[in-house]
T-cell receptor
């Protein structure tokens, strides 16, 4: 069975602090995709990043960076120098090749305090 | 990227009534998906809606409760029937884009009293 676990239900940081959101996944598939989505208070889901299972190269994009490690089935997301506008619920999701069905984690609510 | 709109954006309904949610996409797509997000919970796939065929429902969801229409390649509706407070959720439609990624609509926030 496929599963995505986000153990952190809520994180509070002070503005300008770095914060890492954890994601651990389970799948038996050899080809799959991992995603991070942001859900601000308005409710829409905003796509942030995706990674293929065969691409373990980590990446930095502005204040965002990702750490994908197949050996530990983790796909962690870091925000550097957090801002109040980063306050949202962040979802990690898994999708297998050959299907468009997403398996979402339970989300991590990030509060960035001024 | 696809532009997705949903109507209504939010609604408050009485127990026992039904609500139809509309999802409009700015491009033709073969598949559309409906998700439910209960308060404080994650997103759960309700069903896949293909144009010209009946929707495919996930375990725990049935057509009588969540009938879906897909009259063309840019539009779908989800009806929440005989509502109870447990149906209070955000309902989101989603479409695939670019082969791997999916985009999500803004959601319909439903409160059932």
């Amino acid at each position: 069975a496929q599963k995505v676990t986000q153990a952190q239900t809520e994180i509070s940081v002070v503005e300008k602090e770095d914060v890492t959101l954890d994601c651990v996944y389970e799948t038996r598939d050899t080809t799959y995709y991992l995603f991070w989505y942001k859900q601000p208070p308005s409710g829409e889901l905003v796509f942030l990043i995706r990674r293929n299972s065969f691409d373990e190269q980590n990446e930095i994009s502005g204040r965002y960076s990702w750490n994908f490690q197949k050996s530990t089935s983790s796909f962690n997301f870091t925000i550097t120098a957090s801002q109040v506008v980063d306050s949202a619920v962040y979802f990690c999701a898994l999708r297998s090749s050959g299907t468009y069905k997403y398996i979402f984690g339970t989300g991590t609510r990030l509060k960035v305090l001024a | 990227s696809a532009v997705i709109s949903q109507k209504p954006s939010r609604d408050i309904c009485q127990r026992g009534t039904s609500l139809t949610i509309q999802c409009q996409v700015d491009s033709q797509v073969t598949m559309m998906f409906w998700y439910r997000q209960q308060p404080g919970q994650s997103l759960t796939l309700i069903a896949t809606a293909n144009q010209g065929s009946e929707a495919t429902y996930e375990s725990g969801f049935v057509i009588d409760k969540f009938p879906i229409s897909r009259p063309n390649l840019t539009f779908s509706t989800l009806t929440v029937s005989n509502m109870s407070p447990e149906d209070s959720s955000i309902y989101l439609c989603s479409v695939p884009s670019g082969g791997v990624l999916s985009f999500f609509g803004p959601g319909t926030r439903l409160t059932v009293l």
